[in-house]
């Protein structure tokens, strides 16, 4: 059965700092390329970030480079999100996403708040 848990997520004020994590199992984690979306009240769920099977690639939105990083960690099945310097429209629901490469299948977790206070 497929798990996908993200975790770290809280209220803060503008400018600091949360580091989300998604603990994934019951699939081939190394196979899935990892993402990380948001969803903020009244809004579109939106791309934040996303890595490679290997870890060698990433991507991010527009509106989090420089101050967001995603990382992964095949072995112990996770994929992280360092937020620095949070703003208040990156408050929302934050969600992993793995989609199999070359496949249609992907798994979503079931999100975790960020609320930032300004």
């Known amino acids: 059965q497929v798990h996908m848990v993200e975790s770290g997520g809280g209220l803060v004020q503008a400018g600091e700092s949360l580091r989300l994590s998604c603990a994934a199992s019951?699939?081939?984690?190394?196979?899935?390329?990892m993402k990380w979306y948001r969803q903020a009240p009244g809004k579109e769920r939106e791309y934040v970030a996303g890595v490679t099977i290997d870890g060698g690639r990433k991507s991010y939105a527009e509106s989090v480079k420089g101050r967001f990083t995603i990382s992964r960690d095949n072995r112990r099945r996770t994929v992280l999100l360092q937020m620095n310097s949070l703003q208040f429209d990156d408050a929302g629901v934050y969600y992993c996403?793995?989609?199999?490469?070359?496949?249609?299948?992907?798994?979503w977790g079931q999100g975790t708040q960020v609320t930032v206070s300004s």
């Open positions: 996403k793995a989609e199999g490469q070359g496949s249609n299948t992907a798994y």
């Open positions: 019951g699939f081939t984690f190394h196979y899935y390329v």
